[in-house]
Structures are given as C-alpha cells and as structure tokens.
C-alpha cells in the first residue's frame, strides 16, 4: 500500500495535503506529525518537505505525487 503523501507548510509548521490551497488557520486541513500518525498509523505517512518543494521542476511534484495530484507551484 502507498502511503500517503502531505507537503510541509512553511507558514504555520504543518501538513497539508497536496491539493489544499487554503488558508493555514484552518484547522480541518491543517495536521501535526502526532495527528497524521494517529489517523494513518506511525510510518504509514510520508511528506514533501520545504526544500523539495522550492526545485523549480514540475516533473519532479508529477514524480512525487503522480500526474493527477501533483500542486503545481510553477505556474506562469
């Protein structure tokens, strides 16, 4: 089974999923590494961090988290 993939927030210290793009203060979509573990189970989880996401290439987010749900951050 693959696990399920969140991104880092710069912002607020959290996980997001990938296709969130709310506001932070959300609590709904704003999760800790306690929360995720308790929802998915400790290792079943993974996540993008800050430095993964600041590569300037789309193919690698379509890598990482597949065609469908892969943020693009690099729009023009």
């Not at 990938?18 to 932070?24: A, I, K, N, R």
């Not at 590494?33 to 079943?44: P, S, T, V, Y």
């Not at 961090?49 to 789309?58: A, H, S, T, Y």
Request: aromatic fraction near 12%.
């Amino acid at each position: 089974m693959d696990k399920i993939v969140y991104v880092e927030c710069g912002s607020c210290g959290h996980f997001h999923l990938p296709s969130f793009g709310g506001d932070c203060r959300d609590d709904d979509n704003r999760f800790s590494a306690d929360q995720l573990d308790a929802m998915h189970g400790e290792g079943k989880w993974d996540y993008v961090d800050l430095e993964e996401q600041m590569q300037d290439d789309q193919d690698h987010m379509v890598a990482l988290f597949g065609e469908d749900e892969a943020p693009n951050y690099f729009k023009p």
